[in-house]
């Protein structure tokens, strides 16, 4: 099951240089079953009720993206993770890229 983020009435900005998504030896990550590649995006979301800075995992091309440009993302997943008694959420969307110049992203309308 995929718990997907509404993005209704949220803004994505990039808020620093995209990077490779790596393992615990600094090896870049793959994707299982295609072998792209993966990349980490940092990005600011904003909303009525304030902001928060999370990463976002894509696959496949890195995202053409550069720090303080609004971006739209594709299908935002949210996924719970546990370990060693630590916890927390990791993000993952099919696509990031470029809002269209002259607007925000479409889901901030």
């Known amino acids: 099951m995929k718990l997907l983020v509404d993005m209704t009435g949220k803004q994505f900005t990039v808020a620093k240089d995209v990077e490779p998504k790596t393992d615990q030896h600094g090896n ?15 990005v600011i979301v904003l909303d009525k009720s304030g902001g928060d800075v999370i990463a976002i995992t894509t696959a496949g ?10 971006v739209v993302l594709s299908e935002l997943e949210a996924i719970p993770w546990a370990t ?5 959420v990791a993000y993952r969307s099919t ?14 309308k």
């Open 28 to 42: 870049q990550r793959s994707e299982k079953g295609t072998g792209r590649l993966m990349w980490s995006t940092q």
């Open 95 to 108: 696509s990031l890229h470029a809002a269209p110049a002259g607007g925000s992203s479409p889901a901030a």
């Open 84 to 88: 060693n008694g630590r916890n927390g």
């Open 61 to 70: 091309e890195k995202p053409n993206v550069k720090v303080g440009q609004v």
